[in-house]
Nanobody, 121 residues
Framework: VQLQASGGGLVQAGGSLRLSCVASGLSFDEYAIGWFRQAPGKEREGVSCIRSDDGNTYHVDSVKGRFTISSDDAKNTVYLQMSSLKPEDTAVYYC???????????????WGQGTQVTVSS
């Protein structure tokens, strides 16, 4: 399983970014794909998760109403649309694959490299 995250960058507060995670070596209908983030000096935290087989999505409270996770099964790609970004969203964002839909890092077994998101005030 390989995961490739991209789409990070520098944006002003209130702006938007869309992250992409291209997955290979797995079947989307058998895995959940999650987005996590880690800010300097902080633990990695779950952000959003999606399972394509049932369409269920999960978002942690801090991003509800601002972030939307979606998938394009034909492209084996999961997106994280981030809007109304805040400086506290600044972090390295990672995508990961696991069997269980969750926002807990230990439930995910395959990880991509991170993409930096920086939100300026």
């Amino acid at each position: 399983v390989q995961l490739q995250a991209s789409g990070g960058g520098l944006v002003q507060a209130g702006g938007s970014l869309r992250l992409s995670c291209v997955a290979s070596g797995l079947s989307f209908d058998e895995y959940a794909i999650g987005w996590f983030r880690q800010a300097p000096g902080k633990e990695r935290e779950g952000v959003s998760c999606i399972r394509s087989d049932d369409g269920n999505t999960y978002h942690v409270d801090s991003v509800k109403g601002r972030f939307t996770i979606s998938s394009d099964d034909a492209k084996n790609t999961v997106y994280l649309q981030m809007s109304s970004l805040k400086p506290e969203d600044t972090a390295v964002y990672y995508c990961a694959a696991g069997v269980q839909a969750s926002t807990t890092a230990r439930d995910f077994t395959s990880w991509g490299q991170g993409t930096q998101v920086t939100v300026s005030s």
